[in-house]
């Protein structure tokens, strides 16, 4: 039963500190997407990547948040330093997109709960 | 800013009763798709819909799809204790990505 894994699941931290979420898409899947959740903004897309490169990042605040997938089984969103506004659900979903094809059902993880004291 | 705007925000019904939620989006879209999410996890895709479709089924899911409103439908009929979750609208955007609506809770009442 392929499904996406996330850890860690809950991270509670303090402000400054350093997180680092991690993500392990579906084998085959070809694109891996970050999201943020909260209750007042909703679902954001964050970052996302296809094939390993970086496609779009432009929903990521750039100063403290960083993406990266240094292979085809990992992706990690880190962000430094958090901050209490930083809390949110974050939530990694993979998917297999082919050209020309209009299918791009995404599967989620079952997300990273984080809170910045 | 969102593609996808659900309504209502919430509803409530009891056990058997039918839900319908609705969707609006903005741009011209190639498909559409909705996804539940249970409390505490992540979204759980349910059907889609192409923009050559205008109706669709998946065992007690009916999606429609007007393209000339821009908007949607998800229809549960039947409905179940289970059934209750968030529910959610998602277009494509540039480079195959999703954009997510703000969502509908469903509360169904044993």
């Known amino acids: 039963d392929a499904r996406v894994t996330q850890t860690p699941r809950d991270k509670v931290t303090e402000m400054g500190q350093e997180v680092t979420m991690r993500c392990q898409p579906i084998?085959?899947?070809?694109?891996v997407f970050w999201y943020r959740q909260t209750m007042m903004q909703g679902l954001e897309l964050l970052a996302y990547?296809?094939?390993?490169?970086?496609?779009?990042d432009s929903g990521m605040p750039k100063d403290r948040f960083s993406a990266e997938m240094p292979d085809a089984t990992l992706a990690t969103l880190k962000i430094q330093p958090s901050e209490p506004r930083d809390s949110a659900v974050y939530f990694c979903?993979?998917?297999?997109?082919?050209?020309?094809?209009?299918?791009?059902?995404?599967?989620f993880g079952p997300g990273t709960r984080l809170t910045v004291l | 800013s969102q593609q996808g705007e659900e309504d209502p925000q919430a509803l409530s019904i009891q056990e058997g009763e039918n839900a319908t939620m609705n969707c609006s989006y903005k741009?011209?879209?190639?498909?559409l798709q909705w996804y539940r999410q249970n409390s505490g996890r992540g979204l759980v895709h349910l059907i889609l819909?192409?923009?050559?479709?205008r109706e669709k089924h998946s065992g007690r899911l009916r999606v429609t799809l007007d393209t000339s409103k821009k908007s949607s439908s998800l229809l549960i009929t039947a409905s179940r204790a289970a059934d209750t979750a968030s529910y959610f609208c998602?277009?494509?955007?540039?480079?195959?990505?999703?954009?997510f609506g703000s969502g509908t809770r469903l509360q169904v009442q044993p």
């Open positions: 990547f296809r094939n390993r490169a970086p496609l779009d």
């Open positions: 998602a277009t494509p955007t540039g480079r195959r990505a999703l954009t």
């Open positions: 979903a993979s998917g297999l997109v082919l050209a020309g094809a209009g299918n791009n059902e995404q599967f």
């Open positions: 741009t011209s879209i190639n498909n």
């Open positions: 084998l085959g899947h070809n694109t």
């Open positions: 819909i192409r923009s050559n479709e």
